[in-house]
Every structure is written in C-alpha cells, then in structure tokens.
T-cell receptor, first 113, second 116 residues
Framework: AQSVTQLGSHVSVSEGALVLLRCNYS??????LFWYVQYPNQGLQLLLK??????LVKGINGFEAEFKKSETSFHLTKPSAHMSDAAEYFC???????????FGKGTTLSVSS | DTAVSQTPKYLVTQMGNDKSIKCEQN?????MYWYKQDSKKFLKIMFS???????INETVPNRFSPKSPDKAHLNLHINSLELGDSAVYFC???????????????FGQGTRLTVV
C-alpha cells in the first residue's frame, strides 16, 4: 500500500524567497516519486520525478527535490520564488511504471510581491 | 498536437441524466487512467486500463463505467448522475515498463462536470 502526506495545505512566501513544500511518502515497494503543478482551471504538469539513481533531481522552472529514503521524504524546493509560481502543487507516488499515481492532498503556494 | 485530450471541457447536466466524457492520447502509451478531483482539489484514481483491460477499479459506484475501444481511447460513461458526482475528471496516460525514466503520467486538461 502507498500513501503521500503533504505537510501544509497552504504556503505563503514573498517573491525572491525560498520555496519549500514538504512531502512524505509510505510505500511497501521502491517508490517512484513525482511533483506535479496545477495552475487554475488547467491540468497537471510534471515538475520533476525520481525513479532510480541520483537522489537530487532537477525539474522545470528552477525546482528541485531530494529523495531521502531514511526520512521517506521528497521535499520540493526553489531558491527564489517568482509570482508565476503561485499554483497548486501535488506530490505523488507510484510503485512501478504504468501503475496509478497516489496523490497527496496538495499544497497551495501563494507568492506576494 | 495535444498529447492527451478530453472532451468536453465543461459539462453541465441535470440529476438523473447519463453523460460521457471522451479521452484520446497520441503518445502511444499502453496505460490510461481516469482520476477524479473533488471540490477540495483531492485527486483520486478511479480506473486504469492497460491494453484495453481494466486493471484497477477503485471503490467507484457502478454508475461509472470506462470504455476503451482501442489503446488510444478511454471514455468515461456515467449513468443516473447525482449531485455528488460534480467534480473535475482528468484523463491521463503513461507507458508501462519501457525505458528507464519513462514513468510519468501525462494529463489532459480536465472536464469540469456540474450536476444541477
């Protein structure tokens, strides 16, 4: 069985500040981990993913995440927030390729000027 | 070309009606899914089809039935619509197995269903 917990349903930062969105997972098999972003009234876009190999993964728009097996975490970071980063962010886990994603409840990121 | 396309984007209908949402992917993926996003934005898997065979059927009412005429299409039929069915429904596709790293799901733009 797999599950995802996103700590903090709403995160607010100032433009230029560090963005940190937290994700912890539970999985009985080696996990595949993903971060998706959803802009208002749009579908989900993949930010980055971890499957195997390097534990620090870089994604689009300057985001990166680090897989920490010992902490069962996959936190998303960005050094400097931009107004355009305001959106809903979802962490997800799957057990293997081609299996359904299990999503966290999402974190709304607000960016103020 | 849109990778995963859903139609319609918006659907407003009355309780008790039957409706369908269509989904097509041009990525050559083997697996397609339907997810439901509720009013609190929580995303939950409904169905998964792998090469036209149902491999997941979560606790979804049998009023919902997926139909896959071929590997590139997965339609969602909903009978006797209820108020609680109002949500955004997302179609997605992903490869199965495949090369290392080819594991993410690609999502359509969603269909916002409103039952009145």
């Amino acid at each position: 069985a797999q599950s995802v917990t996103q700590l903090g349903s709403h995160v607010s930062v100032s433009e230029g500040a560090l963005v940190l969105l937290r994700c912890n997972y539970s999985s009985s098999v080696p996990p595949y981990l993903f971060w998706y972003v959803q802009y208002p009234n749009q579908g989900l876009q993949l930010l980055l993913k971890y499957t195997t190999g390097a534990t620090l993964v870089k994604g689009i728009n300057g985001f990166e995440a680090e897989f920490k097996k010992s902490e069962t975490s996959f936190h998303l970071t960005k050094p400097s927030a931009h107004m355009s980063d305001a959106a809903e962010y979802f962490c997800a886990v799957s057990g293997q390729a081609g299996t359904a994603l299990i999503f966290g409840k999402g974190t709304t990121l607000s960016v103020s000027s | 070309d849109t990778a995963v396309s859903q139609t319609p984007k918006y659907l407003v209908t009355q309780m008790g009606n039957d409706k369908s949402i269509k989904c097509e992917q041009n990525l050559g993926h083997d697996t397609m899914y339907w997810y439901k996003q509720d009013s609190k934005k929580f995303l939950k898997i409904m169905f998964s089809y792998n090469n036209k065979e149902l491999i997941i059927n979560e606790t979804v009412p049998n009023r919902f039935s997926p139909k896959s005429p071929d590997k590139a299409h997965l339609n969602l039929h909903i009978n006797s619509l209820e108020l609680g069915d109002s949500a955004v429904y997302f179609c997605a596709s992903s490869p199965i197995g495949g090369r290392h790293g080819d594991t993410e799901a690609f999502f359509g733009q969603g269909t916002r269903l409103t039952v009145v």
